[in-house]
DNA sequence: CTACATGCAAAGAGTTTGCATCCGC
DNA sequence: GCGGATGCAAACTCTTTGCATGTAG
């Protein structure tokens, strides 16, 4: 998925800010992550292209798209925080603690939880993001397996 | 809950542990906590007691206490930890985004999730503490007034 | 008495901030 | 040219570590 920098930049300044080529690596930064990126991945695959780039700017940048709602950050634990472009739909992640690999769950299908949540305790859930770890299919069959 | 100080005690000597007035006083300072605990909390609570106990045996001693099993880690988001005694029954968190109030959910509440992932992705999502950030009622309340 | 635990200070990682400079519009 | 964006360096928070000293068993 392309993150369509045409649009993004129209987008900029129609609200009145600015397009940097800071701005754009850091977009084409969190692009090539596919799924997720943390600051320090972004940081180095903007200082491959431009060196001179600072950590700062990274941070300040990833708040500024957040606050655009270009992309959105996840906090998938261990003091990590990861950020992906914004997609269409909101969508949650899966992943495995053994391979790491990473599926989606629909919004739709944790919605539920938030309701009930919502319903039961009054708090308002409302993350764009949620990240479930645990074991995919084929690394808990390997569990078992081990186990016996 | 008290965490029973005299069981714990036992449980280190037992394991080749030694049972010191600042590992006391530490799970002392989880337990007010009552639901949960940051280590800045811990060593606040510890200080008032005895103000010489240092920053790096609140943290030595958390870990100490997690691998015993005595207390667990939870990472709440937002870069942080918070600690509590073991042996309640399983609950997830709730965290308020503005004031940073941190509610429990119980274990029940989110098992429905789990299982309906499991049944429809095959995925066994196995984690024992799930931080769920929003708004608390009162931010919640606080918001609307404030975008009227 | 001996090994584990603690205090202290310093170093780390990761992130934020103040300020002068730069450059997109 | 103006004001937002960036680079730089320093500060800041939270946590970890090496080493000498203290103390529980």
Redesign the pocket.
Do not use: H, K, L
């Given at each position: 998925m392309s993150h369509q920098r045409w649009d993004y930049?129209a987008l900029?300044?129609e609200r009145?800010?600015?397009?940097?080529?800071?701005?754009q690596l850091i977009l084409d930064a969190i692009c090539e992550g596919g799924g997720h990126t943390?600051?320090?991945e972004v940081y180095e695959r903007v200082r491959a292209k431009?060196p001179?780039?600072?950590?700062?700017?990274?941070?300040?940048?990833l708040?500024?798209l957040c606050e655009l709602r270009l992309v959105v950050a996840a906090d998938v634990g261990n003091?990590?925080?990861v950020y992906e472009i914004a997609g269409d739909t909101p969508h949650h992640h899966l992943v495995c603690r053994t391979c790491g690999k990473v599926e989606q769950i629909s919004h739709e299908t944790v919605k539920a939880l938030f309701a009930k949540i919502e319903r039961e305790q009054e708090f308002t859930v409302d993350m764009d993001h949620l990240a479930l770890f645990g074991l995919c299919p084929k690394c808990r069959r390997a569990e078992l397996r081990g186990k016996r």
């Open positions: 930049a900029m300044r009145g800010f600015r397009v940097t080529p800071q701005r943390t600051p320090e431009s001179a780039v600072n950590r700062a700017t990274i941070y300040r940048t708040d500024f003091r990590r925080m």
